[in-house]
């Protein structure tokens, strides 16, 4: 079983930066791809990056691009999330979960999700 931690999130002004984190424990942990979801308010979870553990590729979606870095720290069992320029869209419950295959876009496809963080970018 592996137990995902959120951390990181805040109530921020938009132009400003957040890093979340995502702490992995369990007895084995040994994920292929990892990735960050987002919930806004009223609106359905949505694919904001993910990165392949063992390699360190990355994939982000569109509307991040050029803001927004996943990083992970293979001894710490940790993912991070650098948000930087962020804008009032940006305001989410943030997830972390672990890929089970097939399009790292599908939220259906991650497993063992932490209980997100809120991050609020105010105007």
């Known amino acids: 079983q592996v137990q995902l931690v959120e951390s990181g999130g805040g109530l921020v002004q938009a132009g400003t930066s957040l890093r979340l984190s995502c702490a992995a424990s369990?007895?084995?942990?040994?994920?292929?791809?990892m990735g960050w979801f987002r919930q806004p308010p009223g609106k359905e979870r949505e694919f904001v990056a993910a990165?392949?553990?063992?390699?360190?590729?990355?994939e982000y979606t569109d509307s991040v691009k050029g803001r927004f870095t996943i990083s992970r720290d293979n001894a710490k069992n940790t993912m991070y999330l650098q948000m930087n320029s962020l804008k009032p869209e940006d305001t989410a419950v943030y997830y972390c979960?672990?890929?089970?295959?097939?399009?790292?876009?599908?939220?259906?496809?991650?497993?063992?999700w932490g209980q997100g963080t809120q991050v609020t970018v105010s105007s």
């Open positions: 990165i392949d553990w063992r390699a360190g590729s990355t």
């Open positions: 369990g007895r084995t942990f040994s994920p292929y791809i």
């Open positions: 979960a672990v890929h089970v295959g097939g399009s790292y876009y599908v939220a259906a496809n991650y497993h063992y």
